[in-house]
């Protein structure tokens, strides 16, 4: 959710922009509408949102709050490009949120910073996305609740495929040369983001490699990768690539306004994308790279979570309990009308009728057969590394292998830290 965002925050960059909690910035970064709740005359409870694009979204968010009965819940909506700084600062004071969304990081667990939810998801885990609950779990114990998922695949106009003679690649090497195809004078082939960044995760998974194993060792510094990254600054240099978009991957103008052919984007843009262009829409994963390569498609999503750390943990989690696994028509509600999401639990997915045909229901087998989920050790600091690989390698025209053995000694400090 952040397709009509007006900001030039990418709320669901790959890199998911955590910041430290040492490193976070001053509690007056937060800019946000207060908001409070007229429900409940129990306990008062505040929670951190960032302001979400679609239209409704603040709406609904307050909504939900205004009906719980138990405490008064009020809703700070942090508008800007400072979530992430206004939330840390704001878990180092008093005035911390009792609830906040935010992405399954370690570092979060191990600082005791957020509670322990097993004893809220255990009744009904088997109705959850397995992934979900793999990508919230540490030594046992889950941690946050898994609200939206939202997976990131490429969009294409049909009817520019079509004039230019042009199959849905399948490969890197078919992308780059179906990007020089349908290049013209006015439209670019393909958009990838403004930096590429949205796409560094799937570079990894398409080949055939991963971030980090199941033994917490590197797994992305491959011959695949490599491959990946060479070819990615032959795109970079084609020509046929949209560069310096007036939006980020995450709006749908790009592809909507016929600035490029095919964009690399979000579900949660898919209506408005409908909305523009209709029948002429298509999606396709991420495509493969090298002989040992797959297809990919990444999986964002934001979770709830409780502050461990807070003055009222326990009615938190009665107030998380009630919204995010009790109240079952809000959950859908949320996953489906602002934007398309894939609700993470699986009866709710399966009555969602608003994504069981067409585009919406391609989409939901995407993600099923190419999907991809974070994993809650592989942190802020080791994506950020990863990220300076594709500036140096890719736009910067830098040896790949050398600027992977840079991102390794980082990332080995980091997996030091948190692993010993």
Request: charged share 20%; aromatic share 12%.
């Given at each position: 959710m952040s397709a009509l965002s007006n900001t030039n925050w990418n709320r669901r960059n790959v890199?998911?922009?955590?910041?430290?909690?040492?490193?976070?910035?001053?509690?007056?970064?937060?800019?946000?509408?207060?908001?409070?709740?007229?429900?409940?005359?129990?306990?008062?409870l505040t929670q951190y949102f960032h302001a979400y694009g679609e239209a409704g979204t603040e709406q609904a968010i307050k909504?939900?709050?205004?009906?719980?009965?138990?405490?008064?819940v009020s809703t700070n909506w942090i508008t800007g490009n400072n979530f992430e700084s206004a939330l840390f600062a704001a878990l180092l004071t008093k005035k911390a949120p009792d609830v906040f969304e935010f992405h399954p990081q370690l570092q979060l667990v191990k600082s005791g910073q957020v509670a322990d939810l097993t004893d809220l998801i255990n009744p009904v885990k088997d109705d959850f996305n397995p992934n979900d609950i793999k990508s919230h779990t540490v030594d046992g114990k889950i941690y946050g609740i898994r609200m939206i998922d939202d997976?990131?695949?490429?969009?294409?106009?049909?009817?520019?495929?079509?004039?230019?003679?042009?199959?849905?690649?399948?490969?890197?090497e078919e992308l780059i040369e179906a990007a020089a195809k349908l290049t013209t004078s006015k439209v670019k082939g393909v958009f990838l983001g403004n930096d590429f960044t949205a796409i560094q995760n799937v570079i990894i998974w398409s080949a055939g490699a991963d971030t980090i194993n199941a033994n917490n060792e590197i797994a992305y510094h491959t011959d695949g990768v490599v491959e990946g990254l060479k070819q990615l600054r032959q795109l970079f240099t084609s020509g046929n690539v949209l560069l310096d978009a007036p939006t980020d991957f995450w709006d749908p103008s790009s592809l909507n306004q016929g600035l490029c052919a095919m964009q690399w984007g979000g579900m949660w843009s898919m209506p408005a994308m409908q909305q523009a262009l209709g029948d002429d829409l298509g999606i396709f994963p991420f495509p493969k790279i090298g002989s040992a390569g797959k297809q990919s498609v990444y999986n964002g999503g934001w979770s709830i979570f409780v502050n461990a750390k807070g003055k009222n943990v326990e009615a938190a989690k009665e107030y998380v309990k009630w919204l995010w696994i009790d109240q079952k028509q809000y959950q859908e509600d949320w996953a489906t009308s602002y934007g398309f999401h894939i609700p993470p639990r699986t009866s709710i997915a399966n009555s969602a009728t608003k994504l069981k045909s067409g585009l919406p229901a391609e989409g939901v087998k995407?993600?099923?057969?190419?999907?991809?989920?974070?994993?809650?050790?592989?942190?802020?600091?080791?994506?950020?590394?990863?990220?300076?690989?594709?500036?140096?390698?890719?736009?910067?025209?830098?040896?790949?292998?050398?600027?992977?053995?840079?991102?390794?000694?980082?990332?080995?400090?980091?997996?030091?830290?948190?692993?010993?």
């Open positions: 890199l998911q922009a955590a910041m430290g909690l040492a490193a976070a910035g001053g509690l007056a970064a937060c800019g946000g509408n207060t908001g409070r709740s007229s429900g409940g005359s129990g306990e008062a909504k939900y709050a205004a009906a719980y009965k138990k405490a008064n997976p990131q695949f490429f969009y294409y106009r049909k009817s520019m495929f079509e004039k230019a003679k042009v199959e849905v690649p399948t490969t890197l995407l993600f099923t057969d190419y999907g991809h989920f974070d994993n809650i050790a592989y942190d802020q600091t080791m994506q950020t590394a990863f990220a300076e690989v594709i500036a140096s390698s890719v736009r910067k025209n830098g040896n790949p292998e050398a600027a992977l053995d840079t991102c390794d000694k980082k990332v080995n400090v980091e997996l030091k830290k948190l692993f010993g």
